[in-house]
């Protein structure tokens, strides 16, 4: 993994600039739309993955969405939404949600840059390896409910089991 800044050395300064950063080292492919966005795309177990980034500045927020490859199909709606309220309910840090316009589902979280914090390099990786790491987790879970025909509790006992042992 390739270095980062550490530290913006002033709270006015914009956390997208580490993101830049960030995504350049890993030698993702980006785009900056504005001072207030930009777009990633990184690997994922299963799938690639959309990284966008949203900076209030007025609110000192950073907005963090990971977008699945994933469309739901209307008739799919109300067991993803079962789905992502027992996901949330195993998450510790973020949450799932589903776009309604695009239909994609998305992990999302937001960190909050007030009195004196700081983004840094290490944080803002740490933020994606947690939302591409819960993405991974839950992925199959989302494919078990839109293509297996599973309920979601069934694609949710189904992707988290953990296997022990070897074979």
């Known amino acids: 993994m390739s270095s980062v800044r550490a530290e913006t050395p002033d709270s006015g300064l914009n956390p997208l600039d580490l993101v830049e950063q960030l995504a350049a080292a890993q030698e993702w492919a980006y785009h900056r739309h504005s001072d207030e966005e930009l777009v990633a795309e990184v690997p994922g177990q299963w799938c690639g993955y959309k990284l966008w980034f949203g900076w209030h500045p007025d609110l000192e927020v950073l907005q ?8 739901v199909p209307q008739k799919k709606i109300r067991a993803v939404h079962g789905l992502l309220a027992l996901a949330n309910e195993k998450l510790w840090l973020g949450h799932f949600e589903l776009w ?6 998305a992990f999302r979280h937001t960190l909050l840059f007030r009195d004196g914090a700081h983004a840094s390099g290490e944080l803002l990786q740490e933020v994606v390896d947690i939302a591409t790491g819960e993405c991974d987790r839950f992925y199959p879970a989302f494919q078990f409910v839109l293509w297996g025909g599973r309920s979601p509790e069934e694609a949710l006992m189904a992707a988290l089991l953990e296997t022990e042992g070897e074979a």
Do not use: F, I, Y
């Open 100 to 105: 309604s316009e695009q239909r994609h589902p």
């Open 64 to 71: 963090v969405a990971c977008v699945l490859d994933l469309k």
